[in-house]
């Protein structure tokens, strides 16, 4: 059974391009969440979704950051215009309900 | 401002012995706490959990221990293998199947051969 699936695993790209990371989540988990990794502040959670609704952005640093979930198998978080201090690991989650939240691979961003 | 903090960026542990994983949180509304372990280019995986009623859950090797007067939990594993050499994370979250974790920042543990 495949587990949550991130893409890509690793993105450079240079200051001011636009970012789109994406996620498909555990198929049967209706909630789905976005974590941004740090050396200093280690995993912030961003924005988390349930049933394709977002409930809680309190996390997303700066209007430059966006996140959708069009439907119950498919994310984005996209960062528009992008900036070097936004570089990080981006891990995406899935979980049913309050159980458990399993992780993906997550994807290595730089911005050069 | 971290409300769960891992003060320890790292930690050196040999084979055999116990490894002993601090955090501390401020926020005293976090019931629940969670310990996730990470190996590299992968995503954290739960490994642990406690609610504010106990004072020490155990799984095995893994024992967490709670004390709420100082804000504090520990995560030991004993006798420590290469296999535990990862990342952990220490998070709360209000009550247990809260969907919100703050997680700290991470304590990269090396167990030495």
């Known amino acids: 059974d495949a587990g949550v699936i991130q ?5 450079v790209t240079e200051m001011g391009q636009e970012v789109t990371l994406r996620c498909k989540p555990i198929s049967g988990h209706n909630s789905l969440f976005w974590y941004r990794q740090t050396m ?6 961003l924005i988390y979704f349930n049933n394709n609704v977002p409930i809680d952005d309190s996390g997303m640093p700066e209007d430059r950051f966006s996140a959708k979930m069009p439907n119950a198998s498919f994310s984005t978080l996209k960062i528009q215009p992008s900036e070097p201090r936004d570089s990080a690991v981006y891990f995406c989650a899935s979980s049913r309900g309050g159980d458990e939240q399993f992780f993906g691979p997550g994807t290595r961003l730089t911005v050069l | 401002d971290q409300q769960v903090k ?3 960026p790292s930690l050196s542990v040999q084979e055999g ?3 002993i994983l601090n955090c501390d949180y401020t926020n005293s509304m976090f019931d629940y706490f969670l310990w996730y372990k990470k190996y590299p280019a992968e995503g954290p995986t739960f490994l642990i959990s406690i609610s504010s009623i106990k004072d020490k859950n155990e799984d ?3 024992t967490v221990f709670l004390n709420k007067s100082a804000k504090h939990l520990s995560l030991h594993i004993v006798p420590s293998q290469p296999g535990d ?6 998070a709360a979250s209000a009550h ?5 974790l703050v997680f ?10």
Request: some cysteine.
């Open chain 1, 7 to 11: 893409s890509p695993r690793h993105e």
């Open chain 1, 40 to 45: 200093m502040r280690g995993l912030e959670l």
């Open chain 2, 6 to 8: 891992q003060n320890s």
């Open chain 2, 17 to 19: 012995r116990i490894s």
């Open chain 2, 60 to 62: 095995g090797r893994f």
């Open chain 2, 85 to 90: 050499s990862a990342v952990y994370f220490c």
């Open chain 2, 96 to 100: 247990q199947g809260a969907q919100k």
């Open chain 2, 104 to 113: 700290g920042q991470g304590t990269r543990l090396t167990i030495n051969p």
